[in-house]
Nanobody, 122 residues
Framework: VQLQASGGGLVQPGGSLTLSCAAS????????MAWYRQAPGNQRELVAS???????DYANSVKGRFTISRDNVKNMVYLQMNSLEPEDTAVYYC?????????????????WGQGTQVTVSS
């Protein structure tokens, strides 16, 4: 199983970016998909999460600015980020809690993408 994140970059304050993350491999079903971020010197923090049924949760700092969505057919999760602030600068990681097939068995595991850099600066 692999999670491939993309869409990061350099954007000016007030700008927008959309991150994408694709999960691939011997996946049976994906439960929660989420985005985390880690700024230099800080711990990794939850930004937004989405259950398979579409229930979402956001960090207080991004509520009203970021929107998480997912495509359960394509096994993808997105993060639409609007009104970006310098404080949003971080490496963003996608995360998936999923069931996979391996050696004839079904297992539930937690996977991380490789991270994509988001820099908000003028």
């Amino acid at each position: 199983v692999q999670l491939q994140a993309s869409g990061g970059g350099l954007v000016q304050p007030g700008g927008s970016l959309t991150l994408s993350c694709a999960a691939s491999g011997s996946i049976v079903t994906i439960h929660t998909m989420a985005w985390y971020r880690q700024a230099p010197g800080n711990q990794r923090e939850l930004v937004a999460s989405s259950s398979r049924g579409g229930d979402t949760d956001y960090a207080n700092s991004v509520k009203g600015r970021f929107t998480i969505s997912r495509d359960n057919v394509k096994n993808m999760v997105y993060l639409q980020m609007n009104s970006l602030e310098p404080e949003d600068t971080a490496v963003y990681y996608c995360n998936a809690d999923l069931d996979l097939l391996f050696s004839g068995g079904r297992f539930r595991r937690d996977y991380w993408g490789q991270g994509t850099q988001v820099t908000v600066s003028s």
